[in-house]
């Protein structure tokens, strides 16, 4: 076996949530590239996902779900909907997650409520449901999505930092009691990145432009930076890596 097959996904099934667009999108058509089969949960359609993941001669699988009011049993049902369709799960990356922004003295209850249960909560029970299966079935990978803000906080933003904190935390609460089992939980934390999260930042051209001379690497990150990041953690190449928070960012953090 040569090096680059630790990097190969062939055989294996994954399940990204958030993946009709941005990094979840980047990630799943990722990851069918590298030739994994992959089930594509989103509230709006992830038609353009699923086409990509096609085109690169893997099976794809949409999954209609909104994480503000599904259930844990749903969520489970999820997982075994998954099971059902091709016998196995192998990969999930929980990188669906919202941004309200607002001053910490305006955020409102409903906002507040709707980062809690699609960052934090549904985070937490799809990772349950699927480390089920995975330790019964000898192990498996989990890819969360953090932030920057998970250490550094921000500014407008205190409630999505408190949830990419939480996320930070559950990545390595999990990782602590899983490695036995053959699982490895790990996440990614993004820097400024354009997608829709970020709308309100880069439609500004005075404020995108002033974080883009701040970051070292002179530029916004893109979904598809975090492509390679993402086939390492649901590879071979990671199986010692266990509640990392691998930090892509440009040298945000660094700077």
Same mark, same amino acid.
């Given at each position: ?5 630790? #990097?190969? *996904?062939?055989?294996r +099934?994954? =399940? ?19 030739g994994a ?7 709006v359609?992830?038609?353009?996902t699923?086409?990509?993941?096609? /085109? ?7 999954? @209609? ?9 749903? =969520?489970?049902? +999820? ?9 196995? *799960?192998?990969?999930?990356v ?13 955020? $409102? ?5 709707d980062?809690?249960l ?5 985070? #937490?029970? *799809?990772?349950q ?15 969360n999505?953090?932030?920057? +803000? @998970?250490? $550094?906080?921000?500014? $407008?933003?205190? !409630? ?7 996320v ?5 609460a999990?990782?602590i009691?899983?490695a ?5 939980? $790990?996440a990614?934390?993004?820097?400024? !990145?354009? !997608?829709?999260? +970020?709308?309100? =930042? !880069?439609?500004?051209?005075?404020i ?6 701040q ?13 390679g990041?993402?086939?390492? *953690?649901? @590879?071979?190449? /990671? ?17």
């Amino acid at each position: 076996m040569g090096v680059l097959d630790l #990097f190969s *996904l062939s055989g294996r +099934t994954a =399940l990204v949530t958030g993946a009709a667009k941005g990094i979840g999108q980047a990630i799943a058509i990722a990851f069918g590239e590298a030739g994994a089969d992959v089930a594509c949960l989103d509230v709006v359609p992830a038609e353009d996902t699923l086409a990509g993941i096609k /085109s690169a001669g893997r099976r794809a699988l949409s999954i @209609s779900c909104d994480l503000r009011t599904a259930p844990p049993a749903e =969520l489970e049902a +999820t997982v075994e909907r998954v099971v059902g369709e091709w016998g196995r *799960l192998d990969i999930l990356v929980n990188s669906a997650g919202i941004t309200r922004p607002n001053p910490a003295l305006e955020i $409102n209850e409903k906002d507040f409520d709707d980062e809690m249960l699609i960052n934090q909560k549904a985070l #937490f029970f *799809l990772s349950q449901a699927a480390a089920r299966h995975m330790a019964a079935a000898g192990g498996g990978k989990i890819i969360n999505i953090a932030s920057d +803000t @998970s250490f $550094n906080g921000g500014i $407008n933003v205190a !409630t999505y930092a408190g949830t990419k904190g939480a996320v930070a935390s559950f990545t390595r609460a999990f990782a602590i009691e899983l490695a036995a089992t053959g699982i490895h939980v $790990n996440a990614i934390a993004p820097g400024y !990145t354009e !997608t829709d999260n +970020t709308r309100n =930042l !880069t439609q500004d051209p005075e404020i995108y432009e002033k974080i883009r001379s701040q970051v070292p690497a002179r530029r916004w990150g893109r979904p598809a930076d975090f492509q390679g990041p993402a086939v390492f *953690l649901a @590879s071979r190449g /990671s199986d010692y890596v266990h509640g990392s928070v691998v930090i892509v960012d440009g040298g945000w953090l660094i700077r």
